[in-house]
């Protein structure tokens, strides 16, 4: 079985960065927007379902660290997750306003983004193994 140490350890911090922020806003949501001093929604709901959502996606990249090869396939659910966050906070970005609280998480999405996405072409260069 090939190892894969940098695609590895890629995962291994998309997954704790994802389950630490997931953390965060599924348990202290409160905390964080008062930590950048950014007006909280009406209800904590709209920040706590996509703070667990942040923890399913946290299982996810931990998988694929596990297993990269197995589980190539999982790479673009979570490519798709950082696409999503991107599009949405850089439109705000570029076309009216956004708090700054959310840039920070936009640009290391983007990054994210890009190491997947050569983390499943690498992944897709190398043949199966046969069981």
């Known amino acids: 079985m090939k190892r894969y140490p940098a695609i590895t350890a890629l995962f291994v911090v998309a997954a704790a960065y994802d389950g630490i922020l997931g953390l965060m806003f ?3 949501p409160r905390l964080v927007f008062e930590t950048f001093g950014v007006t909280p929604p009406n209800h904590y709901g709209y920040v706590r379902f996509p703070g667990l959502l942040l923890l399913v996606f946290a299982a996810l990249f931990a998988a694929v660290a596990r297993a990269p090869r197995e589980n190539r396939n999982l790479i673009p659910f979570g490519a798709g997750l950082k696409v999503s966050y991107c599009a949405l906070v850089f439109w705000y970005w570029v ?13 290391a999405d983007l990054v994210f983004l890009v190491l997947f996405v050569l983390a499943y072409r690498r992944l897709g260069e190398v043949a199966p193994s046969k069981a």
Not at 95 to 107: H, R
């Open 95 to 107: 076309t009216s306003s956004i708090p700054g609280m959310w840039k920070p998480f936009a640009i």
């Open 26 to 28: 599924a348990l202290v």
